[in-house]
Nanobody, 122 residues
């Protein structure tokens, strides 16, 4: 069992930056595929970014390309969010699957973080 703990997020202004972190309790995520998803108020959960378990593949949803960066940071994974826009507002979730590919479907991931709020003001 893998328990994911998220940190970071909060409030940012338009054009600002925030950084989200995802770590596994007592484990390293180094061989896990990790995906970030978000859910805006009244909307379904959408995929944002992912990194494969072997680090060879990183993908981003079109609207965040060039602004968000997913990276491994020691035993965890971060999502650096720059040039934030109000439409980036939502609850962000990290997810993990052992030695997986960079998959955009939420059903692929076995483990989920608790979610963290990101609010971008205009």
């Amino acid at each position: 069992q893998v328990e994911l703990a998220q940190s970071g997020g909060g409030l940012a202004q338009f054009g600002g930056s925030l950084r989200l972190s995802c770590a596994a309790s007592g484990k390293t995520l180094s061989r896990y595929a990790v995906g970030w998803f978000r859910q805006a108020p009244g909307q379904g959960r959408e995929w944002v970014a992912c990194i494969s378990g072997n680090n060879e593949v990183r993908n981003y949803m079109e609207s965040v390309k060039g602004r968000f960066t997913i990276a491994r940071d020691g035993a965890g994974v971060t999502l650096q969010m720059d040039s934030l826009k109000p439409e980036d507002t939502g609850i962000y979730y990290c997810s993990a699957q052992y030695w997986g590919s960079c998959i955009t479907s939420a059903t692929f991931y076995d483990y989920w973080g608790q979610g963290t709020q990101v609010t971008v003001s205009s």
